[in-house]
T-cell receptor, first 112, second 114 residues
């Protein structure tokens, strides 16, 4: 079935460091892909999305490119801030099941 | 208010209590979802309502009973819960037409069963 795999966390970075959180997926067809972020004590917020191959989603300095050839949607940010500390979830919309399929989440901790 | 709201934000209940969680969306969406988020476990989809009709029930125990009286409101009625039901319960909504598939989440209700 359709699935999403994220890199294991936690990821600990210093402020202004470069961030990459890897995400790969298994799905039939061309699923829409998403990154959600969950700040402490809050629900999930949609961070960015891409709906077709080679699309780049971007928001708040974060970017992710839909790579069909490698079935990946890695999240990147050039310079992280302490306020980016959160749990990040990669997800896809499964046309097979009509559901959002989430990865297990990656915790990011940014230190001053 | 805008977006998806949930009340209460925190709830502590005994195993013999009956309580309800409430979700309200102000986005004009027509599908609503309940998820359970437990520590160290993937997000679990519990129930799906589309146009106020339940279309998904993922083998959730009967001590959880959803209700969707209209497209803006969703409830989760709780009774005789177990300590392992302690978790963050998230509500989400989506607009089913238009080819977009993202869901919008509320802040969640942190439930503790004692």
């Amino acid at each position: 079935g359709d699935s999403v795999t994220q890199m294991e966390g936690p990821v600990t970075l210093s402020e202004e460091a470069f961030l990459t959180i890897n995400c790969t997926y298994t799905a039939t067809g061309y699923p829409s892909l998403f990154w959600y972020v969950q700040y402490p004590g809050e629900g999930l917020q949609l961070l960015l999305k891409a709906t077709k191959a080679d699309d780049k989603g971007s928001n708040k300095g974060f970017e992710a490119t839909y790579r069909k050839e490698t079935t990946s949607f890695h999240l990147e940010k050039g310079s992280v801030q302490v306020s980016d500390s959160a749990v990040y979830f990669c997800a896809l919309y499964s046309s097979n099941t009509g559901k959002l399929i989430f990865g297990q989440g990656t915790t990011l901790q940014v230190k001053p | 208010e805008t977006g998806v709201t949930q009340t209460p934000r925190h709830l502590v209940m005994g195993m013999t209590n009956k309580k309800s969680l409430k979700c309200e969306q102000h986005l004009g969406h027509n599908a609503m979802y309940w998820y359970k988020q437990s520590a160290k476990k993937p997000l679990e989809l519990m129930f799906v309502y589309s146009l106020e009709e339940r279309v998904e029930n993922n083998s959730v125990p009967s001590r959880f009973s959803p209700e969707c009286p209209n497209s803006s409101h969703l409830f989760l009625h709780l009774h005789t819960l177990q300590p392992e039901d302690s978790a963050l319960y998230l509500c989400a909504s989506r607009k089913e037409e238009g080819g977009t598939y993202e869901q919008y989440f509320g802040p969640g209700t942190r439930l503790t069963v004692t």
